[in-house]
């Protein structure tokens, strides 16, 4: 895969190449920045009880390395998406989501804010409390519900077999067979015709034909009978009809789902049986 190819946003990639190309490079190089910041002084530890007051929070060099990732892994989730037949938009779809409850997330904090500073003030209990934090339950199961979808959708399913909209198959499979009435079957090859061995034809002893006076031969004689040793009209064909299901199948057979019909009774048979009875 060249560099190209690595930003681009067309064609299809198999889940190998999307680990091993996008998810473990990232993952590595954001690794890397945040040990820089640290062993740099860029960033406060983890564990650290207290932050100094002139150190960085901000962590430059993640942030750098976060920025310049976002392109690529863009362009191996919607190449992924590509792989199962589904267009890239599902990602917008995605951030459109994240980003709507984002906004409802934020007016509900600042309504429960709000109602906080009421009670404070006036001792009186806000009454969209419980309601803000179901609607923030609910969009945040939303959004996760979203994000799982997409995880498991590019990062464990195999794409679809054989080329699609999107392009070809990467793991390069053929897809099913393509098979059109009134034609052979794909994949189907005419036998390989051979010529019949020259044994069974011999030529003529020497000396013949003989003198003249002596008696000629026929004509063409000694010569091998013609069409010899190819192959016979239609060899290699398939039959007519090959492939066709035959006549009158799936059709149910004459009198099929119709009453017996109905004769008069000549009484019991040796067998003992009796009328049938008709229920209306």
């Given at each position: 895969m060249t560099i190209g190819q690595w930003?681009?946003?067309?064609?299809?990639i198999g889940r190998?190449?999307?680990?091993?190309?996008?998810?473990?490079?990232?993952?590595?190089?954001?690794i890397v920045a945040n040990a820089l910041d640290l062993a740099l002084g860029l960033a406060p530890e983890v564990m650290a009880d207290a932050v100094p007051a002139d150190a960085m929070s901000v962590a430059p060099i993640s942030g750098v390395v976060s920025l310049l990732s976002l392109w690529p892994m863009l362009a191996g989730t919607i190449k992924r998406l590509h792989d199962r037949n589904r267009t890239g938009w599902w990602i917008g779809a995605f951030y459109l989501v994240s980003a709507a409850v984002g906004v409802i997330a934020f007016a509900m904090l600042a309504g429960v804010l709000v109602g906080m500073y009421e009670m404070r003030r006036d001792g009186v209990a806000p009454e969209l409390a419980p309601a803000a934090?179901?609607?923030?339950?609910?969009?945040g199961l939303v959004v996760l519900g979203f994000a799982l979808w997409l995880f498991i959708e590019t990062g464990f399913l195999r794409g679809t077999l054989g080329p699609n909209r999107f392009g070809p198959d990467p793991l390069g499979g053929a897809g099913g067979p393509q098979w059109q009435p009134g034609t052979p079957p794909q994949g189907w090859q005419p036998?390989?015709?051979q010529p019949p061995p020259q044994q069974g034809w011999q030529a003529p002893p020497q000396g013949w034909p003989p003198q003249q006076g002596q008696g000629a031969p026929p004509p063409g004689y000694g010569a091998p009978p013609p069409g010899y040793g190819q192959p016979p009209?239609?060899?290699?064909?398939?039959?007519?009809g090959y492939g066709q299901p035959p006549p009158g199948y799936g059709q149910p057979s004459p009198g099929y789902g119709q009453p017996p019909p109905q004769g008069p009774w000549t009484g019991p048979g040796r067998g003992g049986s009796v009328p049938p009875v008709r229920r209306d």
């Open positions: 930003f681009s946003f067309r064609g299809r190998k190449t999307f680990w091993l190309g996008y998810v473990v490079p990232i993952f590595v190089a954001s934090i179901l609607v923030l339950l609910a969009a036998p390989q015709w009209p239609g060899y290699g064909q398939p039959p007519p």
